[in-house]
C-alpha cells in the first residue's frame, strides 16, 4: 500500500477509533502511526487495541508505526469548597501548601516543587491561561498572587508555570508503571512530556533503552533554552502546540515551529507537529480554512509528520478527518511553490562520508529522474540523511528489522518495507529491482539509484552508491 504523498500522519486512538474495523478504516484512508495517550484509558484498553493494530499490519502487509505517549507529572490546584470561585482583576488570592479541601481565603496547591521555585514576579496560568496570577510575596508553604487575567478557578483544574523552571522529574510513578507496559507491548515510539532539559531525556532513554525511539515533546519555554542538547539527546521532536502555546505569548509559536521544524531536519530526526490542527472537525465534517492552512503550513516547513489528537480520539469524524488531512498534505506537496519553499529552508551538509554518499544518491536520483530511491539500512540513519534533503521522489528503505520498519513509518518520504538480509552488494541490486516493481515504484527498464553500506550491516556504513535498471 504506497502513500502518494511524503508528510506522515499520526492519529490517536481513543473511543471513536478503537475498534479494529474503525482502526483499520483509519489506516486505509491514510494513517501511518497509531498514538497511544497514556493519559486516558487503562492498560487493557491499550493492550486491545495495540493487538488490533498488529493484527491489521499482518493483513495489510505493511508495517504500521505504534506511539506511546506518556501522561507526565500534572500541575492541578486541589479540591475548592463549592466547586469554583470567581477571581477579578486585581484580586489577591492566598496559594497553601495543602490537600485539604480550600476556599477564596485559601486555595490548595499541594505541590512542594512549586513553593521550592516560585519567585515575586512569576506567573502562575490556571485552566490553559483563562486565568493569570502574579506571585507578589512567596513562603515556604505559600504565596500570594494578584490577579492579571479574571476568571473561575474551578476544582483540579491545570497549572502552568512558564516562568518557573521546576526541580521535577517528567517520568511519574504511573508513567514509569506505563512505560514498562508499553515497552513490553512492543510499541515503536514513547513520547515523553513535560521535557525542560536534556537530563529529562536521558533519565528516560536510560529506562527505554534500544527497545523504542525517544519522542521528547516541546511544550514547556524552558525546553526551548536547551533545545539543541534536546534534539541531539532524542530520537524524535513533536511540537505540542497545545501547552507550548499557553506557556508563551500565542503570536511566538508559529515562529518557534518553524525553528524547531528546521533544527530537527539539521539534526536528521523526525519532527511531528500536533495539536487542534484539524480541531472543528471534531464536531463538523469539514475544517475552517485556517485549519487547512495550518496543516499545510506545516508541510511547507517541512515537517516529517502532523498530528491527530481529539479529531480522532473522541470526534464525530475520525475517518473524515483523516482524509481530509491525507487530501491537504497531497495537494500542498503538488503545489507548484512546494519544491522552493522546502528547499529554501534545506540545512546544510555534513562533512561525513556516509552524510555526502547520501546527499550525492539524493541529488543524482533526482538528475536522472528515477522514480524512486533505494535505501538499505540497519538503523534507519541513511534514511534520515536522504529525507533531510528532502528529495523529489519516494525514499524506499529496505531492513530486515521489523522495529526499524515500523519506526520508520515516521519519517518523511520513506516507505519501509521489511526486507530478507542478503549478504554481497549485487545480492543487494538484485532484491533493490525486485522489490521497488513489487512495491509500484518502478516499472521494467526504468533507472533506480540504490545506497547502501559495504560490508552489509553495521550501521553508519553508508559508502556505495549505484545506479541500476530494473
Given at each position: 500500500?504506497?502513500?502518494?504523498?511524503?508528510?506522515?500522519?499520526?492519529?490517536?486512538?481513543?473511543?471513536?477509533?478503537?475498534?479494529?474495523?474503525?482502526?483499520?478504516?483509519?489506516?486505509?484512508?491514510?494513517?501511518?502511526?497509531?498514538?497511544?495517550?497514556?493519559?486516558?484509558?487503562?492498560?487493557?484498553?491499550?493492550?486491545?487495541?495495540?493487538?488490533?493494530?498488529r493484527?491489521?499490519?499482518?493483513?495489510?502487509?505493511?508495517?504500521?508505526?505504534?506511539?506511546?505517549?506518556?501522561?507526565?507529572?500534572?500541575?492541578?490546584?486541589?479540591?475548592?469548597?463549592?466547586?469554583?470561585?470567581?477571581?477579578?482583576?486585581?484580586?489577591?488570592?492566598?496559594?497553601?501548601?495543602?490537600?485539604?479541601?480550600?476556599?477564596?481565603?485559601?486555595?490548595?496547591?499541594?505541590h512542594?516543587?512549586?513553593?521550592?521555585?516560585?519567585?515575586?514576579?512569576?506567573?502562575?496560568?490556571?485552566?490553559?491561561?483563562?486565568?493569570?496570577?502574579?506571585?507578589?510575596?512567596?513562603?515556604?508553604?505559600?504565596?500570594?498572587?494578584?490577579?492579571?487575567?479574571?476568571?473561575?478557578?474551578?476544582?483540579?483544574?491545570?497549572?502552568?508555570?512558564?516562568?518557573?523552571?521546576l526541580?521535577l522529574?517528567?517520568?511519574?510513578?504511573?508513567?514509569?508503571?506505563?512505560?514498562?507496559?508499553?515497552?513490553?507491548?512492543?510499541?515503536?515510539?514513547?513520547?515523553?512530556?513535560?521535557?525542560?532539559?536534556?537530563?529529562?531525556?536521558?533519565?528516560?532513554?536510560?529506562?527505554?533503552?534500544?527497545?523504542?525511539?525517544?519522542?521528547?515533546?516541546?511544550?514547556?519555554?524552558?525546553?526551548?533554552?536547551?533545545?539543541?542538547?534536546?534534539?541531539?539527546?532524542?530520537?524524535?521532536?513533536?511540537?505540542?502546540?497545545?501547552?507550548l502555546?499557553?506557556?508563551?505569548?500565542?503570536?511566538?509559536?508559529?515562529?518557534?515551529?518553524?525553528?524547531?521544524?528546521?533544527?530537527?531536519?539539521?539534526?536528521?530526526?523526525?519532527?511531528?507537529?500536533?495539536?487542534?490542527?484539524?480541531?472543528?472537525?471534531?464536531?463538523?465534517?469539514?475544517?475552517?480554512?485556517?485549519?487547512?492552512?495550518?496543516?499545510?503550513?506545516?508541510?511547507?516547513?517541512?515537517?516529517?509528520?502532523?498530528?491527530?489528537?481529539?479529531?480522532?480520539?473522541?470526534g464525530?469524524?475520525?475517518?473524515?478527518?483523516?482524509?481530509?488531512?491525507?487530501?491537504?498534505?497531497?495537494?500542498?506537496?503538488?503545489?507548484?511553490?512546494?519544491?522552493?519553499?522546502?528547499?529554501?529552508?534545506?540545512?546544510?551538509?555534513?562533512?561525513?562520508?556516509?552524510?555526502?554518499?547520501?546527499?550525492a544518491?539524493?541529488?543524482?536520483?533526482?538528475?536522472?529522474?528515477?522514480?524512486?530511491?533505494?535505501?538499505?539500512?540497519?538503523?534507519?540513519?541513511?534514511?534520515?540523511?536522504?529525507?533531510?534533503?528532502?528529495?523529489?521522489?519516494?525514499?524506499?528503505?529496505?531492513?530486515?528489522?521489523?522495529?526499524?520498519?515500523?519506526?520508520?513509518?515516521?519519517?518523511?518520504?520513506?516507505?519501509?518495507?521489511?526486507?530478507?538480509?542478503?549478504?554481497?552488494?549485487?545480492?543487494?541490486?538484485?532484491?533493490?529491482?525486485?522489490?521497488?516493481?513489487?512495491q509500484?515504484?518502478?516499472?521494467?527498464?526504468?533507472?533506480?539509484?540504490?545506497?547502501?553500506g559495504a560490508?552489509?550491516?553495521?550501521?553508519?556504513?553508508?559508502?556505495?552508491?549505484?545506479?541500476?535498471?530494473?
Open positions: 500500500m504506497r502513500r502518494h504523498r511524503r508528510a506522515k500522519i499520526v492519529a490517536t486512538v481513543g473511543p471513536a477509533s478503537a475498534s479494529p474495523e474503525m482502526l483499520r478504516r483509519l489506516h486505509l484512508a491514510g494513517v501511518d502511526t497509531f498514538r497511544l495517550n497514556f493519559s486516558h484509558g487503562t492498560h487493557d484498553d491499550h493492550a486491545a487495541v495495540f493487538a488490533a493494530i493484527a491489521l499490519e499482518t493483513e495489510v502487509g505493511m508495517p504500521i508505526g505504534i506511539l506511546q505517549d506518556l501522561q507526565g507529572p500534572k500541575i492541578r490546584v486541589g479540591r475548592i469548597a463549592g466547586g469554583k470561585i470567581q477571581a477579578e482583576v486585581g484580586d489577591r488570592l492566598r496559594f497553601v501548601l495543602s490537600s485539604d479541601e480550600g476556599g477564596a481565603d485559601a486555595i490548595p496547591l499541594p512542594p516543587e512549586i513553593f521550592a521555585a516560585i519567585a515575586p514576579g512569576h506567573d502562575l496560568l490556571i485552566d490553559d491561561g483563562r486565568v493569570r496570577v502574579r506571585v507578589v510575596e512567596a513562603a515556604r508553604d505559600e504565596l500570594t498572587a494578584e490577579v492579571v487575567v479574571a476568571g473561575a478557578i474551578s476544582d483540579r483544574k491545570g497549572v502552568n508555570l512558564p516562568g518557573t523552571p526541580v522529574s517528567p517520568l511519574t510513578v504511573k508513567d514509569r508503571a506505563d512505560l514498562a507496559f508499553g515497552l513490553e507491548l512492543g510499541v515503536d515510539w514513547v513520547a515523553l512530556s513535560f521535557v525542560q532539559k536534556p537530563a529529562d531525556v536521558i533519565e528516560a532513554k536510560a529506562l527505554i533503552g534500544a527497545r523504542a525511539g525517544l519522542v521528547a515533546k516541546i511544550e514547556k519555554p524552558q525546553a526551548l533554552d536547551h533545545i539543541d542538547d534536546i534534539i541531539r539527546f532524542s530520537d524524535a521532536i513533536m511540537v505540542a502546540r497545545g501547552d502555546g499557553v506557556e508563551i505569548p500565542p503570536e511566538d509559536v508559529p515562529g518557534r515551529q518553524k525553528e524547531l521544524v528546521r533544527a530537527c531536519r539539521r539534526a536528521v530526526k523526525p519532527v511531528i507537529v500536533a495539536t487542534q490542527m484539524l480541531d472543528s472537525m471534531v464536531a463538523s465534517p469539514t475544517p475552517t480554512r485556517a485549519e487547512a492552512s495550518d496543516v499545510a503550513t506545516a508541510i511547507y516547513d517541512g515537517a516529517d509528520a502532523v498530528m491527530l489528537s481529539a479529531e480522532s480520539a473522541t464525530a469524524y475520525p475517518v473524515e478527518t483523516v482524509e481530509m488531512m491525507d487530501r491537504i498534505i497531497r495537494s500542498t506537496e503538488s503545489h507548484k511553490l512546494y519544491r522552493s519553499i522546502v528547499q529554501a529552508t534545506q540545512p546544510g551538509e555534513e562533512d561525513t562520508p556516509p552524510h555526502a554518499v547520501a546527499a544518491g539524493a541529488d543524482l536520483a533526482e538528475v536522472i529522474r528515477a522514480p524512486a530511491i533505494v535505501v538499505y539500512t540497519s538503523s534507519g540513519s541513511t534514511c534520515g540523511r536522504i529525507a533531510r534533503k528532502r528529495p523529489a521522489l519516494p525514499i524506499l528503505a529496505l531492513t530486515p528489522s521489523q522495529a526499524v520498519a515500523r519506526r520508520l513509518r515516521l519519517m518523511w518520504g520513506v516507505h519501509s518495507v521489511l526486507s530478507r538480509a542478503v549478504g554481497n552488494f549485487e545480492a543487494m541490486v538484485a532484491q533493490a529491482a525486485e522489490l521497488t516493481r513489487s509500484g515504484f518502478a516499472a521494467a527498464r526504468d533507472h533506480i539509484v540504490v545506497v547502501s560490508p552489509a550491516g553495521p550501521s553508519g556504513s553508508t559508502n556505495n552508491l549505484r545506479v541500476v535498471e530494473v
